[in-house]
Nanobody, 120 residues
Framework: VQLVESGGGLVQPGGSLRLSCAAS????????MSWYRQAPGKERELVAG????????NYADSVKGRFTISRDNAKNTVDLQMNSLKPEDTAVYYC??????????????WGQGTQVTVST
């Protein structure tokens, strides 16, 4: 199983970045996909999620209206378009794949993370 993030970098406030996560080794279309982030000294938090078929999305209040999550089940990729970036968006961003299985158990896969820095 692999989740490989790309697209991070340094951007000025107000700028945009597009993160991408390429998945392999599992049935991508069966998994809910999400982006999390973790800033220094803070806990990892959910940024955005998208259902397995892509019909439903959810966002953290802090990014609503600025970030958009999308997926391509034919290409096994999930993207996060980030606009109007703010310094407080600075964090390591992680791709996550999640699927509920029997008896209440959950399978979770994580990528290695990509750094996003919003600064002048």
């Amino acid at each position: 199983v692999q989740l490989v993030e790309s697209g991070g970098g340094l951007v000025q406030p107000g700028g945009s970045l597009r993160l991408s996560c390429a998945a392999s080794g599992f049935t991508f279309s069966s998994y809910v996909m999400s982006w999390y982030r973790q800033a220094p000294g803070k806990e990892r938090e959910l940024v955005a999620g998208i259902s397995s078929a892509g019909g439903s999305t959810n966002y953290a209040d802090s990014v609503k209206g600025r970030f958009t999550i999308s997926r391509d089940n034919a290409k096994n990729t999930v993207d996060l378009q980030m606009n109007s970036l703010k310094p407080e968006d600075t964090a390591v961003y992680y791709c996550n794949a999640r699927r509920a299985v029997v008896f209440g158990n959950v399978i979770n896969f994580w990528g290695q993370g990509t750094q996003v820095t919003v600064s002048t």
